[in-house]
């Protein structure tokens, strides 16, 4: 107690320091709510408006995308980022009828699996990472305010080898998905709540 009356210095110090303290708790709290918010708020969207996505937009998505974990680290995967509405028409037409908004979208991302960079005593593992770096375009691009829909490609081998032909894609780079991208013509119908108590189950089955 002596010390804090000999020296306030200390004192005051010592303020300012839990002050920075709960003032870096708060500003956690709230990133935490952010990511949540993403998450929670993610939904497919399908219709667009004509604004077009900034290389900068795209560069974030694609840093989330390489932001997912990938097994043992590999990394195995490779993105085709598309704009051009004659290349949109044309992969939406390689992937049938559930690919058509993106005939409409303002960019597609199609994720390859990269099989020469595969983990070499599971390399199956490569289905998984394309699929973890697909969610985490979607749900930045939910944080970012754009709309996406995942457009399943891989296994429906028809939708591979139209995919695979028309990037003229050598053959270790297989095409997993395709993210449809734009800004959002209305708003997606608020999601019910999701939680399902019934398919939890602790400590055992
Ligand atoms: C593997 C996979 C494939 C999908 N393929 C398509 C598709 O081809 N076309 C489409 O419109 N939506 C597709 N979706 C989106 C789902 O239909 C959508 O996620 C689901 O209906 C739940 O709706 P929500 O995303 O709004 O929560 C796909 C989703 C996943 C995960």
């Given at each position: ?28 709290n709230?990133m935490n709510q952010q990511a949540m918010d993403a998450i929670l708020n993610r939904r497919s969207i ?23 974990p ?58 998984i990472?394309?699929a973890i770096?697909a969610e985490n375009?979607c749900i930045?691009?939910q944080a ?5 829909v995942w457009?399943g ?34 708003e997606p119908k608020p999601r019910p709540c999701i939680y399902e108590e019934n398919r939890v189950h602790f400590e055992t089955w």
């Amino acid at each position: 107690m002596w010390i804090f009356m000999i020296n306030p210095i200390l004192l005051y110090s010592i303020f300012l320091f839990s002050m920075l303290y709960y003032q870096a708790k708060g500003v956690d709290n709230n990133m935490n709510q952010q990511a949540m918010d993403a998450i929670l708020n993610r939904r497919s969207i399908r219709q667009y408006t004509s604004q077009p996505l900034s290389t900068g937009e795209i560069k974030q998505l694609l840093t989330a995308a390489m932001s997912a974990p990938s097994c043992m680290n590999c990394r195995d995967w490779s993105f085709i980022v598309v704009t051009d509405r004659d290349m949109l028409q044309r992969m939406a037409a390689g992937n049938g009828k559930p690919a058509d908004p993106l005939k409409q979208a303002a960019a597609g991302i199609l994720i390859c699996g990269d099989l020469l960079r595969t983990f070499s005593k599971a390399p199956e593992y490569w289905i998984i990472d394309c699929a973890i770096a697909a969610e985490n375009i979607c749900i930045a691009a939910q944080a970012m305010n754009i709309g996406s829909v995942w457009l399943g490609t891989w296994p429906q081998m028809e939708r591979v080898k139209n995919q695979s032909a028309l990037f003229d894609l050598p053959e270790h780079i297989v095409p997993h998905s395709i993210i449809a991208l734009g800004y959002p013509d209305g708003e997606p119908k608020p999601r019910p709540c999701i939680y399902e108590e019934n398919r939890v189950h602790f400590e055992t089955w």
